[in-house]
């Protein structure tokens, strides 16, 4: 049925060089696979860069001392007092995960007197329980600051980005309302996978990048050295990057006035027809959905009547406002200023995220670009555990949508798990995020099935997967690519310590814990980025479990043909122990297709038929005996086997271990 892959080209990848644009790509089906009766099999492939750093153990101990002392924040702090449209600075702060934009952003809060210390906690934009309790950002946050330069009062506008490799979906979405880029690299670390992917993000955005080198307090911090590997891997001029310590309060005000300085102000257009893009967008269960915007041209007034140029509705603007970070309404907001509308809209898709909001009389011409389509890598099963909470859970899915333009999902239906959701998500953390939430916010208990990909049957030219991680480590991550049937493609050092090492892989293979693996195999040291490249012929097969002769659908899965037999028997092996015996004996087959490739049988439960006989003649027991067969195979026809739920998802758990 399959055929052997000959994996296809090398993807052209001249290292560095940036992400793949995914524009145009196919809108995903949800469905993890198809297998038309006439087409052969094609899994996603992943085209990953493993980049190596060596850790620096070298303390530096350095201290930077502040300038720019004539910076002070507003005491008076009127948020919301206007400041002319070349007052206005739009920036967001990229990074790799944990190289601290959070802390930076609350810092920058503090400073500016946007948040009082008695209101600070704690990464106040990552305000999810889940962002605190994790320590990421997973939506993207936004906060308008108010600053004095030389008694002069601007207004700066902060998107605070997450930067998780699942979420850079979020990133590409918070560039395109900026003019400007706070690059944040952890001078202890370096470079790493998504600073380089981010970065790319924001060249391609024309943003003007400040590189900030940041936990220069931490006794490893190397700035200079990291400095020198930004010039060399991103060729961005670091001469004036800024040395801070987030944690500390160090450089702060050395990036505030490299903001008002460097990043320059938004066109002014505020006579054209209004064009505002929406970036944003979450449901208030009272005002409906609150769109956040960044206006391009034009003004808008409290009161106006609006059209949304993508989804062709209009509604009226009942409140807009700012994000101070909090919400505070204002009655007019101008050309280059970020704010947001409440204005009763009850569909979701009536103002997705990318749409552009013009006025419903004075229309604008063209609508802005909007953002690629996100699109879903990872899929599972979600079912109610609770039958009854089907249509909540619909709802509850529909709503997140609103908040999470990258989650997908469609109806399905499963003889063992009932009515659900298949659902599409950027990646594993992505995945766990949803379901945490749904769980927390809607108060639904949720079964989750497998994680798996979409295979399809015709290959397609896709994009490109691209991923970074650790030279003492080159070694055990090369093995690692090849253990999860990966291409090695290339390896570079790209500075003396650093090599990045190019793999293309089937996404299959990491959807389990290839991200765990690459850390601990490289002591954390190692970052990975990747991009889709397409769809690759490959061996693949469809595994089905029959339990007593009965294909069950939940179960079967695909696999690569040679890890057929081992998930075949570990499945089989499984089911036996979590399958109640039955009055007769139950087979359990893992089959390709007609051919059985592994097998078990639970034994019946034996009730002794010759336990009232005493003595006797040996006709009659065997008479029983044979009644008791007849019985059995009676019952064996017409019996069904009940799987119980934990046997499910005991199988969908070990299917992702050995798989
Ligand atoms: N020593 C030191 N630690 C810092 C500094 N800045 C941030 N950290 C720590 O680094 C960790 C990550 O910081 P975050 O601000 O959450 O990082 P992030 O980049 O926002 O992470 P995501 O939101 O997940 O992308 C936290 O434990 C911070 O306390 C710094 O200047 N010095």
Redesign the pocket.
Known sequence: MLMAGNFCRLANFPWPQPAANHRGARRGSCSPWRFPSDGRPSEPWAFRCLRIARPSAISQGRSVSCRASEITADPGQDRLMKVPIANIRNFCII?H???????LADKLLQLTGTIQKREMKE?FL?NMDLERER???IKLQAARMRYVLESEPYCLNLIDT???VDFSYEVSRSLAACEGALLVVDASQGVEAQTLANVYLALENNLEIIPVL??I??PGAEPDRVSRDIEEIIGLDCSDAIHC????GIGITDILNAIITRIPPPKDTAGSPLRALIFDSYYDPYKGVIVYFRIVDGTIKKGDRIYFMASGKDYVADEIGVLSPNQLPVNELYSGEVGYISASIRSVADARVGDTITHFRRRAESSLPGYEEARSMVFCGLFPVDADQFPELRDALEKLQLNDAALKFEPESSSAMGFGFRCGFLGLLHMEIVQERLEREYNLTLITTAPSVVYRVNCINGDTIEMLTPKEYIGSLMELGQERRGEFKQMNFITENRASIIYELPLAEMVGDFFDQLKSRSKGYASMEYTFVGYRESELVKLDIHINGEPVEPLATIVHKDKAYAVGRALTQKLKELIPRQMFKLPIQACIGSKVIASESLSAIRKDVLSKCYGGDITRKKKLLKKQAEGKKRMKAIGKVEVPQEAFMAVLRLEKEVI
């Not at 995960?97 to 959070?102: A, T």
């Not at 310590?245 to 500390?248: D, G, N």
């Open positions: 990074a995960i944990d190289h601290g934009k959070s802390t990464q990552d320590g990421i950002t997450p930067g998780h940041n936990k307090d931490l310590s987030a944690k500390e």
